[in-house]
């Protein structure tokens, strides 16, 4: 298929964005290009278009023969698994076969897995399916544990969460204990037993002390994210306690994507007492966060009464 040609039926796809219909999508799911059924599975799922389950489900089918050829870069599968998920297609076999599709395919002097967003993907579907709570539960560890990819091992780490329980809290606990050679992996673990309980913000407080690179960003990244006030709590008790600018700047950073108001008046008073190196890290922090819009004069007061050039040309890229 030419550029031109493929250009022109994507866009008889956008225009079904304004008048969806089965027929032509149907015939779509079924070209021979993977990036155009990948472009309109997703419009499928965007359109809630449930009756192209089985279309979906065939299209995914022919993408795993000789599928290096049938569909590079797993761009069909991906998108189809995705779809899927958010039609809400249970049928566990069909996602077991997605978290162990492995795609090795050339590259310069070498090959690589093209399969990790599939496998992740459909890890966080296999969570809706109907097979016993253990069963789901041994297949998402096994990827936690063992996946190739840190995608992979992060998307279960958000699955396990979605399963909340004890047993869940217990697999995440013992990830985050054992670390990953990806600190990005530990990060999720920490961010997903929040997502359990607010109960386990004290465990992931104590990752702030961590002497593995990284891993105290991680857990002050974790603690922001968390809905519970105490995390805002342990992160403001925190900053400053250790000569770790490093980290004192991640808690700043954290602070910013806190929902709690009492972040953004931390923040303010950083900018207004604290040193310099803190004071522009905490304006910067604070002009990101949720709360920009409604502390813009606030801070821009503060920044006045320091009389600091700095701080004020920063404050007018807000």
């Known amino acids: 298929m030419s550029k031109a040609q493929l250009d022109r039926k994507l866009e008889m796809l956008e225009a079904m ?3 969806p219909s089965v027929a032509p999508l149907r015939k779509a799911l079924h070209d021979r290009s993977n990036y155009f059924v990948s472009k309109a599975a997703a419009l499928t799922a965007e ?11 065939q299209a995914f089918d022919r993408s795993m023969i000789d599928p290096v050829k049938s569909d590079p870069q797993c761009w069909a599968k991906n998108s189809i698994a995705k779809a899927l998920k958010d039609l809400g297609y249970n049928d566990a076999g069909f996602f077991l076969r997605g978290i162990k599709h492995i795609q090795l395919e050339p590259v310069w002097g070498g090959a690589e897995d093209t399969a990790g967003t599939l496998r992740g ?5 296999l969570v809706t399916c109907p097979l016993p709570r253990l069963e789901i539960l041994e297949h998402l560890a096994d990827l936690l544990a063992a996946d190739p990819a840190k995608t992979v091992r992060a998307d279960a780490a958000v699955a396990i969460a979605q399963l909340s329980g004890p047993d869940s809290a217990l697999l995440l606990r013992f990830k985050a204990l054992s670390g990953d050679r990806e600190m990005e992996v530990t990060g999720q673990c920490l961010t997903s037993l929040l997502d359990i309980s607010p109960s386990y913000v004290p465990f992931v407080a104590n990752f702030l002390d961590s002497k593995i690179e990284d891993v105290p960003q991680e857990a002050a990244a974790a603690l922001g994210a968390c809905a ?11 900053y400053g306690a ?11 950073l954290s602070l910013a994507a806190s929902r709690h108001s009492d972040a953004a008046d931390f923040l303010l008073e950083v ?11 905490a304006l910067q ?5 949720r709360f920009r819009d409604d502390y813009r004069d606030r801070a821009a007061a503060t920044v006045r009464l320091r009389v600091d050039a700095r ?4 404050l007018d890229k807000w």
């Open 242 to 252: 250790k000569p770790d600018p490093i980290l004192t700047r991640a808690i700043l």
């Open 311 to 314: 701080l004020s040309a920063l």
């Open 228 to 238: 519970d006030a105490s995390a805002v709590a342990v992160l403001k008790e925190r």
């Open 47 to 57: 359109l809630g278009i449930r009756d192209l389950i089985p279309d979906l489900v």
């Open 271 to 281: 900018i207004a007492k604290s040193e310099f190196d803190h004071a522009l890290h």
């Open 121 to 125: 993907a459909s890890a966080l579907a």
């Open 17 to 19: 964005r304004l008048a």
């Open 285 to 289: 922090a604070l002009s990101v966060s």
